[in-house]
């Protein structure tokens, strides 16, 4: 989280596809919230994108960090995601990367989310599974599989933590998540155009000549999910891609 060239990378990533999932060349005139700020890089990219940006946490150190260096840019708030400080419909863009599996009640959070975006309004999803290969916390293979005991035990016993604290969904688990909204699946886009999507900090330049076929057979094992989800029916409205997006439900 506090890398900073890291994170400012794949702010860049997120801002491509919500430009390319609303149609617009940039965020200019848009309202955005980046749901478990963290330090703040996202939100500051969202804002120097153009959105008009708040940040929300629940690390209040973490935020007066973050206020020092990017307030003048951004509005952040110390605020659970369950219960966040904004009006009904008041928010174009959302983004929630990373974030689902550590919270309590991930419902909670997604159903209120979807209370402040306004009809039409987008949220970004970066969402881990639990059937990824490796846990990306803990750089531990199957990890996220086992049951909690198991995990528990498997984390003491690789000296990694005492507990296993994220709590992850499988494939259908995250589709029932989101059930109210209208998910776009970006995860095949952005490996076949890593250039396009500024995501060639993680997708190799040689993932963008594999035939689309190969590129689908092999989502199951991709660790991350790269989903936009919009509050109502709708569509990606930029321009046709090499690899389209896969509509989720």
Not at 93 to 110: G, K, Q, R, S, T
Not at 142 to 153: H, M, N, V
């Amino acid at each position: 989280m506090l890398d900073e060239e890291g994170r400012r990378q794949k702010a860049a990533k997120i801002v491509a596809v919500v430009r390319h999932a609303l149609g617009v060349a940039d965020l200019g005139g848009l309202t955005a919230v980046d749901v478990g700020c963290s330090a703040g890089f996202i939100a500051d990219e969202l804002a120097l994108a153009g959105a008009r940006t708040s940040g929300v946490d629940i690390d209040e150190p973490g935020l007066a960090k973050a206020r020092a260096r990017f307030g003048e840019r951004v509005d952040f708030r110390l605020a659970r995601g369950e219960d966040l400080p904004f009006e009904d419909g008041s928010v174009d863009v959302a983004v929630l990367n990373h974030i689902y599996e550590h919270v309590v009640d991930p419902e909670a959070v997604v159903a209120d989310i979807h209370r402040v975006l306004r009809p039409g309004g987008l949220l970004y999803l970066g969402v881990g599974h639990r059937w990824q290969v490796v846990e990306p916390h803990h750089r531990l293979p199957f990890l996220s599989w086992l049951p909690r005991p198991a995990a528990d035990r498997y984390m003491r016993l690789t000296r990694r933590g005492s507990e296993y604290y994220e709590r992850y969904y499988t494939p259908a688990g995250l589709r029932r998540l989101f059930a109210h909204y209208d998910v776009w699946d970006y995860t095949l886009p952005v490996l076949a155009d890593p250039e396009a999507f500024a995501a060639g900090d993680n997708v190799p330049a040689w993932a963008a000549r594999v035939p689309e076929r190969v590129l689908a057979a092999g989502l199951p094992l991709v660790p991350t999910y790269v989903w936009v989800a919009f509050k109502g029916r709708a569509a990606p409205a930029g321009p046709p891609l090499r690899v389209a997006p896969r509509h989720v439900g």
